[in-house]
């Protein structure tokens, strides 16, 4: 197990809490600041998955709801990468799980409300556990865009969400996969949530021909960066990272 | 100069109004593919130390309960002790996760008072039970506390003796509303608004 510092969030990157144009931030935004703290053991540890806890299709969007000898109707995809830390070391052992819409671009959610059909076929969860090298994949349908309710007229990108754990609480990170190409992409007032163009590009996923599987599915690469630890050697633990 | 090689966090994202098919899909009428929702129980018959409820609502700014959130806990078990550490209670996971219920926005998690860890320093922390929230309109998951009333180690405590604001620290403390059960709401905003810490 291993214990020190995590490296200091760097909120510049993060979307502020409070962004009106993503109209439900208004009032469920912490006014007051948040108070900075080092970190503890309480955040540098963190619950430890086994890979025994993952079922054979688990990582399979297209067959894991499907009745027998079915599969989710749309564009097969893999998405495959990395979960790593900021020191670039690859985070073995990472719980991933995903959730995402249907082809059509509807969840199967007792609060959707969009027209499109749901996929009999399609539940739209999948996870999977990172191995020795921090690598990843699973295999999907692509998930179509959406329209919900907060302009008149807005429309989510096609996205895959993301939770992560590392190895600490305090590593705890939920994002979205966004794929390359996307015209919606600079238009999403959740994607504009995040300020620093820079740090958006990091969410988009590209197309990976090298990966792709000949007469079957189309693969996307998408790496995930979790905080770091401090590695230096003047801490009053010394241990590993 | 030469260049530092460190890598960037990911930016987060709202965990949006559907964590639940990712996260508790049992939860969220997605019941073919996982056996149980992860998190779920913290505890088994085995588990020691003193059984405890931990429960609450989490609050928007205008006093409306969030339905749609999803927290997780995260403590030591009764010794102190984080599971995985050598000498853990091995039927303890220290991790759970709730959603609020889908009227009411109320949760909770049957789990085992935890033991006091240290400080940085050293120095002992009272006991207390660190919880991550999100929820649509939440774009960063939210990073508080929740500590137990009437515990003789508060007034030392080095993390709560760190704030500023003493008059806010009422807003980690629990209300233990019946023995054994302790009820910890979540004030986003206004005048309670829980203090969140940037850790
Ligand atoms: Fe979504």
């Known amino acids: 197990m291993s214990d020190g510092p995590l490296f200091h969030r760097n909120r510049d990157r993060h979307p502020k809490a409070l962004t009106p144009d993503y109209k439900t931030s208004v009032v469920r935004s912490p006014q007051k600041a948040l108070l900075s703290m080092p970190t503890t053991l309480s955040e540098e540890a963190g619950p430890v998955f086994g890979h025994d806890i993952i079922g054979a299709h688990d990582n399979d969007l297209i067959v894991n709801y499907a009745a027998a000898g079915e599969m989710a109707i749309g564009q097969r995809i893999i998405v495959h990468g990395r979960v790593l830390d900021e020191n670039g070391r690859g985070v073995p052992n990472a719980l991933i799980e995903v959730w995402q819409a ?4 509807r969840y199967r959610h007792a609060k959707e409300g969009y ?10 969860c999948g996870r999977t556990i990172t191995d020795d090298q921090g690598g990843y994949s699973f295999r999907t349908i692509k998930p179509g865009a959406y329209p919900w309710p907060n302009g008149v007229n807005d429309w989510r990108p096609a996205h895959i969400h993301f939770s992560v754990f590392g190895h600490s ?5 939920i994002t979205q996969m966004y794929f390359e190409g996307d015209p919606l992409i600079p238009l999403c007032p959740i994607v504009r949530t995040i300020t620093d163009a820079e740090a958006v590009s990091q969410l988009v996923a590209p197309l990976d021909m090298n990966n792709t599987v000949p007469m079957d599915a189309r693969a996307y690469h998408f790496d995930i960066v979790l905080r770091g630890r401090r590695s230096t050697m003047f801490e009053n633990r010394i241990e590993g990272n | 100069m030469q260049r530092l090689t460190h890598l960037h966090e990911s930016p987060s994202q709202t965990a949006g109004p559907y964590v639940h098919i990712g996260c508790v899909p049992n939860f969220a009428g997605i019941t073919d593919v996982y056996e149980a929702d992860l998190g779920a129980a913290m505890v088994t018959d085995n588990t020691k130390g003193e059984r405890i409820t931990v429960t609450g609502t989490v609050f928007d700014g205008t006093g409306t309960p969030l339905r749609d959130a999803m927290m997780e806990l995260w403590q030591a078990d009764a010794q102190g002790l984080y599971p995985g550490r050598d000498g853990a209670d091995p039927t303890f996971t220290g991790w759970g996760r709730t959603a609020g219920d889908a009227e009411t926005g109320q949760w909770s998690m049957e789990t085992v008072r ?3 860890v240290p400080f940085t320093d050293g120095r002992m922390m009272a006991p207390h039970i660190s919880i991550w929230l999100v929820a649509r309109g939440i774009n960063i998951g939210l990073q508080t506390r929740m500590y137990f009333p009437g515990d003789p180690m508060l007034g ?3 993390w709560l003796t760190r704030i500023e604001h003493q008059n806010r620290v009422p807003t980690l403390i629990a209300q233990e509303t019946t023995p054994g059960t302790f009820k910890f709401d979540i004030h986003l905003q206004g005048p309670d608004e829980t203090i969140f810490f940037d850790v």
């Not at chain 1, 609480?169 to 990170?173: C, D, K, S, T």
């Open chain 2, 114 to 116: 935890p033991g006091p």
């Open chain 1, 102 to 105: 249907n082809a059509g671009g």
């Open chain 2, 156 to 158: 030392d405590d080095p």
């Open chain 1, 115 to 124: 027209i499109a059909p749901l996929d009999p076929n399609f539940g739209g």
């Open chain 1, 169 to 173: 609480f305090g590593q705890r990170l």
